[in-house]
């Protein structure tokens, strides 16, 4: 086994004698093949190999890989990864099968990566132009219209006046006046936290903020 881990450590890295020009992505493909069948840790064989299989890419360049989870489309068909190292060892250590298994599975992964970000881009531009009709219907300054973008994508932050006024470099009674009115809109909810009142974001302020430019 140290053995086997030497070498693979050095094709890895690129530095067995005589070794054919794999591709990156056979490579990497390779390299999680390989930890995940001779399995040289008590646990956590599965996690080491993906892990190194993300390494590999990375390393030679394919970062985007880091935002594809390959883990999501095993987890649905456990049998058919289990089933390509079973043919690999059956047929002389062929890993074709295990390559092919492995690149749909990177396919419809990449597949699922595309319609996450074309989802995420279409509710960014909705969230975008409900902000700009609400900013020409209702009295709003940019310090407000500029927090309650940050509100809409990051849904659990919190705001007091020190951290609005901070933020804005605008004086204590100018960053509660922005927070109170936002809170009288319904736009952000407020609660007493310690001796200070903090505001946060209701769940469904994109709706609220439909309602409202609606309403005026």
């Known amino acids: 086994m140290p053995e086997r881990l030497i070498r693979l450590c050095a094709f890895a890295n690129g530095m067995e004698a005589d ?27 599965g996690r080491a190999a993906r892990a190194l299989f993300y390494w ?22 456990p049998a058919q990864y289990a089933r390509a190292y079973l043919h690999t ?6 890993t074709t099968y295990f390559i092919l298994q492995q690149l749909n599975v990177i396919e ?10 074309q989802q995420r881009g279409q509710e960014t531009r909705q969230l975008e132009q409900t902000l700009h009709s609400l900013g ?16 809409l994508k990051q849904r659990s932050n919190r705001y007091t ?22 809170a009288s809109l319904g736009l952000l909810e407020q609660r007493k936290r310690g001796r200070a009142w903090e ?4 769940a469904d302020l994109p709706e609220r903020m439909t309602r409202l430019g609606a309403e005026k």
């Open 19 to 45: 070794e054919p020009n794999f591709h990156p992505l056979i490579r990497a493909l390779l390299l999680h093949f390989m930890l995940a069948y001779d399995r040289p840790f008590a646990e956590g064989n």
């Open 56 to 77: 590999s890419m990375v390393r030679q360049g394919y970062w985007l890989m880091e935002l594809v989870s390959i883990s999501s489309v095993l987890r649905k068909a």
């Open 89 to 94: 060892e059956t047929d002389a250590g062929d």
């Open 108 to 117: 419809q992964a990449l597949d699922a990566l595309k319609t996450y970000v």
């Open 136 to 151: 020409s219907t209702v009295d709003l300054n940019l310090r407000q219209l500029a927090l309650l973008a940050g509100a």
């Open 161 to 182: 006046v020190e951290s609005h006024r901070r933020s804005h470099n605008v004086a204590y009674a100018t960053a509660r006046a922005d927070l109170l009115a936002l």
């Open 199 to 202: 505001f946060l974001a209701p």
